[in-house]
């Protein structure tokens, strides 16, 4: 038990949807996996640091280890929000269960998985959107500035989108679309006030609920022209990665895969499968710190 004790690390991929976790010794060796909820600190580190614990307790379950083992982990995670100077100052205030605790940002676990440490770049399309490399030693970041600011061709964005588009139809100003019938059914929302009540406190995560009915939908006029706007927009940042003298890029997220086959032969050239999982990546980088 001792020799236990003193060997277990703790990968996190923190995303605005889904925190997922990794747990393993010292050798490299699985003991579990786990999933728990939302860990963007730029929307809440309150909720992000109970996703993390969340999801820590649940892999010490699954590997059949005590609760009390969570103080002899070594933790790291990559956070969605890290990015932000005030979110990663508060973040760094936490008073965490672990033996240690380091993070960054979801796109460097990212990159470092993707590419097994060594240079390379991805682009991330989840619930929110981001992009970089690495670079030897540097860290490059792109986009990521949150949905009301950038984060075209999120998830986020697509959900956004639709919302807009329904008041405009709700309001007379655009014709109906299949796609908007069907969420305002789903959303059980016959007026634009009721759409408005309904949405206008909600973070990313809830917009990016609705996403997969762009996909659902594809060749609703509106589907069409969102998912053209996604693929476009996802091109440019491909082509400007490649100017910066990166040729392997990672496409990485739960939106990825759609987009990526709608990209013209020119940028498909450049992409790549990831060698690793961000979480795995995260594992490394938590065994680095404590060597």
């Known amino acids: 038990m001792t020799k236990l004790i003193s060997s277990l690390y703790l990968g996190i991929d923190g995303g605005g949807t889904k925190c997922r976790v990794r747990l393993e010794d010292a050798q490299g060796k ?7 909820g939302a860990a963007n600190i730029a929307t809440s580190v309150n909720v992000a640091q109970q996703s993390i614990i969340d999801a820590a307790q649940q892999a010490l379950a699954a590997a059949n280890l005590p609760p009390s083992l969570m103080a002899h982990i070594h933790a790291y995670a990559g ?65 990521g500035h949150g949905l009301m600011l950038s984060d075209g061709a999120s998830g986020s964005w697509m959900g956004l ?14 014709p109906p679309t299949e796609l908007i019938t069907l969420l305002l059914a789903e959303l059980n929302c016959e007026t634009s006030s009721q759409l408005t009540q309904l949405a206008i406190n909600e973070k990313p995560v809830f917009f990016a609920r609705f996403a997969p009915l762009v996909f659902q939908m594809q060749s609703d006029p509106l589907a069409i022209s969102i998912l053209n706007q996604a693929t476009s927009f996802t091109y440019r940042y491909i082509k400007h990665l490649v100017n910066l003298g990166f040729n392997n890029i990672c496409l990485m997220g739960g939106i990825a895969d759609k987009i990526s086959a709608r990209l013209p032969h020119d940028a498909r050239q450049y992409l790549c499968s990831a060698k690793y999982p961000p979480e795995q990546a995260a594992v490394e980088l938590a065994k680095r710190y404590t060597s």
């Open 30 to 36: 699985l003991l579990a996996e786990a999933v728990s």
């Open 79 to 143: 956070l969605a929000g890290a990015g932000i100077e005030s979110s990663k100052n508060e973040m760094s205030q936490w008073q965490h269960p672990f033996a240690s605790f380091n993070f960054s940002t979801d796109l460097h676990i990212a990159c470092h998985g993707a590419h097994d440490g060594n240079n390379g770049a991805i682009i991330i399309l989840g619930t929110g959107f981001c992009a970089g490399a690495i670079d030897n030693t540097s860290v490059i970041e792109l986009g």
């Open 161 to 174: 989108t639709l919302f807009r588009y329904a008041l405009e139809i709700l309001d007379g100003l655009s």
